[in-house]
């Protein structure tokens, strides 16, 4: 393993980036409606993974990131999760 990429256990006093982890899942867990995965879902998925992957790739390439940058970005997750709308497949169906 490199010199720089060396696994670090968190200490219970790592709040920053437990809170970081806390809205990646949130980003990540979305549960699958009934019956089954549609396109619409799908892309609501992606579209959250994309702010997920967005907000870590900042952070790992910034070697200088302290707490409060994880903090800061496990907030920008939370807030554009809150920002994602689900249009109803009804209205979708009705815009076309």
């Given at each position: ?45 992606e579209?959250?993974?994309?702010i ?24 920008h ?20």
């Amino acid at each position: 393993m490199d010199a720089g990429n060396e696994w670090v256990p968190l200490s219970s006093g790592d709040a920053a980036i437990r809170r970081l982890l806390t809205a990646v899942h949130k980003a990540l867990d979305l549960p699958v409606p009934a019956g089954r995965r549609s396109v619409a879902h799908l892309r609501l998925l992606e579209r959250r993974s994309d702010i997920a992957l967005a907000s870590l790739g900042r952070l790992t390439g910034d070697v200088s990131a302290e707490a409060a940058d994880f903090a800061s970005e496990a907030e920008h997750i939370l807030h554009q999760l809150a920002d994602l709308t689900q249009v109803p497949l009804r209205a979708r169906r009705q815009r076309r």
